[in-house]
């Protein structure tokens, strides 16, 4: 999937030469591409990982799932079929035990406690 991802993230010009030349990357340079969100400091790398893990894991994990399908299909559909499919799978992800869970959470004016479910 290199080969039709990493043009469409950072050009064709730049994709040839980072796959054909083979040279390492910054971490700075790659996230001045876009190819990463963030930079750390390697010292603090362990421990902000594991932040980072714990947060997606409190969150709705599979509406978290739901929404990275999107995302993975939505540089490859036209506007009407993403929108199709995000109608789709808000629906699907209205009816989890999670989204009940949010919204009583909002209600009551508490953090929400999602299981996956």
Do not use: C, W
């Not at 980072?18 to 390697?42: D, F, H, R, W």
């Amino acid at each position: 999937g290199g080969t039709f991802f990493l043009p469409r993230l950072v050009g064709l010009p730049r994709a040839a030469a980072m796959m054909l030349l083979g040279e390492k990357i910054p971490a700075a340079e790659a996230l001045g591409m876009g190819m990463i969100y963030k930079v750390y400091p390697p010292e603090s790398l362990p421990e902000e990982a594991l932040k980072l893990a714990r947060h997606l894991a409190a969150q709705p994990t599979r509406g978290l799932g739901l929404t990275k399908r999107l995302l993975n299909q939505s540089l490859q559909n036209d506007l009407e079929t993403q929108l199709n499919q995000e109608a789709e799978l808000q629906a699907a992800a209205g009816a989890t035990e999670d989204y009940q869970e949010g919204v009583q959470a909002f209600l009551e004016k508490r953090k929400a406690n999602f299981k996956g479910r």
